[in-house]
């Protein structure tokens, strides 16, 4: 089993910046991709940015140039920079662990319980 904590979530005004972690403990060598999702009041949960374990990343066109996953050099976290902050980028976040099995491939999701950003002036 995997479990993850996120934090850094909060308030800021528009054009700000946070930094989000997502502490993973348990079978974290399962672990193939971490993903950050994003869910703001009646919209459906959308991904925001992704990181394999190989280093390959991926983000919403929405938050291009603007967040940075990331993994830290010394321990099992996993950050999500986020810069030039909108009130659009509003949300609970959500870390998201996808750890691989077998050898057939097959996977299992792990969520935290999620971080409010608010971005708001």
């Known amino acids: 089993q995997v479990r993850l904590r996120e934090s850094g979530g909060g308030q800021v005004q528009p054009g700000g910046s946070l930094r989000l972690s997502c502490a993973a403990s348990?079978?974290?060598?399962?672990?193939?991709?971490m993903n950050w999702y994003r869910q703001a009041p009646g919209k459906q949960r959308e991904l925001v940015a992704g990181?394999?374990?190989?280093?390959?990343?991926n983000y919403a066109p929405s938050v291009e140039d603007r967040f940075t996953i990331s993994r830290g050099s010394a321990d099992n976290t996993w950050y999500l920079q986020m810069d030039s902050l909108k009130p659009e980028d509003t949300a609970v976040y959500y870390c998201?662990?996808?750890?691989?099995?077998?050898?057939?491939?097959?996977?299992?999701?792990?969520w935290g319980q999620g971080t409010q950003v608010t971005v708001s002036s």
């Open positions: 348990g079978r974290v060598f399962n672990i193939n991709t």
């Open positions: 990181i394999t374990s190989g280093g390959r990343t």
């Open positions: 998201n662990a996808i750890s691989v099995l077998n050898i057939e491939g097959a996977t299992r999701d792990h």
